[in-house]
C-alpha cells in the first residue's frame, strides 16, 4: 500500500499537501472564522474563490510536474467531484432544517465534517485504487454500479427523506445519554456530573453518513478518470475544501437549480458507460471533460430558464 502511494508521488509531496490542507483549516476555523458568526454571502463568495484558486494553482503545479495528461486527469476529477457535491448540498440544506440548525453554527459544524471526511476519502481512494489494479474485473462492477444509480436518480422522483428518522439517528438517541436541548455549540454537556451528547453532534454524525453516501457515487466515478491516487485524493480533497463556502453561498439559491440532478443522474451513467466500456473504446480524458462541463452547464441553464413549479402557482 505505501509503495503504491510513494510509486505514485513522493513522500515529500503527500506530507506537503496534507500540511498545507491542516493550514489552511486552521485558519479558517482558528483564525478568520474564530468568531461564531453567519458567513455573509461576501464572505463566502470571498472564500469560494480562494479555494477554486488555491485548486487551480494546484492544478498548475501537477500540469507542470507531471505533464498534460496528469493534469487533466487532475482537472476533470476535481470538476467532476465539485459537480457532484454539488448534490451533497441539497441534503445539507435538509438537514440543517430538520435539526434546526442556526446559520451561524452551521460552519463549525461542516468544518469538523470535512476533517471527517479527508479520513474517510483517503481510506476508500486507496481501496477503489487497489482493487482496480489488482483486479480488472472491478471496473464493471463500478461501471456498472454508476449506470444504475445514474439511472435511479433519473428514473425515481421522490422526496428526501427526514434526516431526524434516520434509523441511525433514531438507534443513537436510544443508545448514547442525549440532551435534546444541548444547542450546537459543542458536542457534549455536562448535567448534574453526567456526560450528555448534544444536537450538534447527531448533526455532524448525520453529516459524516451523508457524505460517506455520496463518496460511494463520486469515488469510482474520479477512479474512472484516473487510477492515480495522488491525482483521485487530492482532488477530491480539494473540491471537498471549499464545499464549505460554498454551501453558504448557494444555500439560499438551492432551489433554483431543480434540473441538476438530471445533469448529475446522466454524467454518473456516462462516466459509468465509459467505464464498462474503456477495453474497447476509449474517450480520451478532455472530451470525457468537455461532455461533463457541457452537461452540468446545460442542466444549469435549464433550471435557470424553466423555474420549478412553487406551491401555490397556478
Known sequence: MVDALLQAAPWWAWVGFHAFVFLMLA????????????????????WSVVWISLALIFNGLIFQAEGAQ????????????????????????????????DLRHQHRVLFWGVLGALIMRAAMILAGTALLNRFE????????????????????????????????????????????????????VV????????????????IEVTDLVFAVDS??????????????????????LGLRSLYFLLAKMMDRFHRLKTGLAVVLAFVGVKMCMAKWFHIPVQYSLLIIAAVLAGSVVASLAWPAERDGEA
Do not use: C
Request: cysteine-free; aromatic content about 14%.
Open 137 to 188: 474485473w472491478m471496473m464493471y462492477v463500478f461501471g456498472g454500479f454508476l449506470v444504475y444509480t445514474g439511472l435511479k436518480m433519473l428514473l425515481v422522483d421522490g422526496q428526501e427523506a427526514d434526516p431526524t428518522q434516520n434509523p441511525l439517528v433514531r438507534a443513537f438517541r436510544r443508545m448514547m445519554p442525549y440532551d435534546e436541548t444541548g444547542g450546537h455549540e459543542r458536542f457534549w
Open 70 to 101: 496528469k493534469g487533466l486527469e487532475w482537472f476533470t476529477g476535481y470538476v467532476l467531484e465539485k459537480s457532484l457535491s454539488v448534490d451533497n448540498l441539497f441534503v445539507f440544506v435538509l438537514v440543517f432544517r430538520s435539526f434546526q440548525v
Open 191 to 206: 448535567r448534574a456530573g453526567k456526560r450528555f451528547a448534544t444536537p450538534m453532534l447527531l448533526v455532524l454524525i448525520t
Open 219 to 240: 469515488i469510482p466515478a474520479v477512479l474512472a478518470v484516473s487510477r492515480d491516487p495522488f491525482v483521485v485524493y487530492t482532488s477530491n480533497i480539494f473540491a471537498i
Open 27 to 46: 485558519l479558517d476555523l482558528g483564525v478568520f472564522n474564530r468568531r461564531v458568526h453567519a458567513p455573509t454571502m461576501r464572505e463566502a463568495g470571498i
